[in-house]
């Protein structure tokens, strides 16, 4: 298929479950091809089954590895696929301490966190910039907004990088027909919290703290959609974000050291 011609896909990577599996739903309601990327290939493949008759291509794939960015644009160019939508949403979270991680733990999170989304970004971009037409939807969190909390501690800045790199890439290509956004959510139902072996504290917050992946997902994809840069999903979030903006930062510090613990593993 030649490119010029071909429809535009969606490539999301982290599909294989919570919130990039519910941006996978968004985009497919809408009828739109789709690019499913994790490190679960089963998971993809039922993924793409449950979409289907929208046409979706499967390429597992562990960002974790500094080649994968490279390698997987350039199998959506073998493939002769032509990605117009980019959801950065893999991730996940390191818990505890910062050293109580060796430090190949850390430098692979931020490959997967930092250096892959900035990559994809910088791979697919130019073309979206030649046809005047893209989206850039990176998944970054409510942590990006409020100070630092001890646990999980390269989390919330990997995250505020994301935020900062979505507002510099907006700007740049606001007469592109480019869009590009931070997507901020807060507590959201998905596997994330198991993963990070966090499930058990942050299971004592109350309910009305939490969204459900898929109007997360929702949310974030009409916000890149209309242009939005930085869109943090539900009332609750939006207060938390203002408050912590508002309080002076001594306050701000010493409220997130005393709150930590009831989200954050520590040790």
């Known amino acids: 298929m030649n490119t010029a011609t071909a429809p535009g896909h969606a490539l999301i990577t982290g599909a294989s479950s919570g919130i990039g599996a519910a941006i996978a739903r968004q985009y497919a309601r809408r009828g739109k091809p789709l690019i499913l990327t994790a490190r679960r290939e089963d998971r993809l493949l039922a993924l793409a089954d449950e979409l289907a008759p929208v046409p979706c291509t499967v390429l597992a794939a562990d960002l974790a590895d500094p080649s994968v960015p490279q390698a997987i644009f350039t199998q959506v ?28 733990t850390h430098a692979e999170f931020l490959q997967v ?7 994809l970004a910088y791979r697919f971009l130019p073309a979206m910039q030649e046809r005047r037409y893209g989206r850039i939807l ?3 969190s409510l942590a990006a907004l409020v100070p630092g909390s001890p646990g999980h501690t390269l989390y919330g800045a990997a995250k505020a990088l994301l935020v900062k790199f979505s507002q510099s890439l907006a700007l740049e290509n606001l007469a592109n ?22 499930r058990q504290v ?18 974030g994809v009409d916000a890149v959609e209309r242009g939005q840069i930085v869109c943090v999903p539900g009332r609750i979030n939006r207060a938390i974000a203002r408050l912590f903006k508002l309080m002076p930062d001594g306050m701000a510090l010493r409220t997130m050291a005393k709150r930590a613990r009831t989200f954050r593993k520590q040790d």
């Open 77 to 104: 160019q073998d493939l002769g696929l032509h990605v117009d939508t980019l959801v950065n949403n893999a991730g996940y979270g390191v818990g505890g301490h910062f050293p109580a991680q060796p430090w190949p």
């Open 113 to 119: 966190l930092v250096s892959a989304p900035c990559e």
């Open 138 to 140: 990176n998944v970054a």
């Open 177 to 198: 027909g480019v869009h590009v956004c931070a997507l901020c959510p807060g507590f959201t139902y998905s596997e994330f919290h198991d993963i990070t072996g966090t």
């Open 202 to 219: 942050v299971s004592k917050m109350p309910r009305y703290m939490w969204m459900g992946a898929q109007e997360v997902a929702r949310i």
